[in-house]
């Protein structure tokens, strides 16, 4: 998954997808409910119109980022003290995952710049299914914008 960096060019055209890959999910959301237009979700905040307003959208926006492989947007959202350096989302190499689907499972804002999110992110890769069980940890910046900082994550 990791090889040479995504530039903003190459991330700016990947074609966006009509339906948001996250679904819009929310605690509480009922599964099965529609999607919401892409473009009415995370695509504006993967494309810069827009900041994300919490953690759960900027979770929610990171997912769409891995799914459509814009690197560039996952190290903009990604605390600097933690962002690997190697980072690099590769959609069309053979060994990358393919994103089935998330479920936000909990949201807990701890505070006016701290919050975090509960996700399970199912996968395939190598022709089997996998889960990713995540509790990540955000934080709200002095410039205002929420970023990732890390995650105890647990995978199946």
């Known amino acids: ?54 953690a759960l959208e900027l979770m929610r926006s990171r997912y769409t980022a891995y799914v459509l492989g814009h690197t ?34 909990r949201f807990e804002p701890q505070d006016a710049r701290h919050a975090i999110v509960e996700f399970v992110a199912r996968y395939k890769q190598g022709g089997r299914g996998h889960r990713l069980h995540e509790v990540s940890r955000f934080v709200r910046g002095d410039d205002e914008r929420w970023r990732y900082v890390d995650g105890d994550v647990s995978e199946r």
Do not use: H, I, N
Request: charged share 20%; hydrophobic share 35%; with cysteine.
């Open 72 to 105: 560039d947007y996952l190290r903009a959202t990604w605390d600097p003290a933690t962002c690997p350096a190697d980072l690099d989302v590769e959609t069309d190499a053979p060994d990358a995952p393919r994103w089935l689907g998330l479920q936000v499972k």
């Open 1 to 54: 998954m990791t090889t040479a960096p995504t530039t903003a060019a190459a991330d700016a055209s990947k074609q966006a997808p009509l339906e948001c890959p996250c679904a819009g999910t929310a605690p509480g959301r009922p599964g099965g409910a529609r999607a919401p237009r892409f473009d009415a979700c995370c695509g504006p905040y993967l494309d810069g119109r827009a900041v994300a307003p919490t």
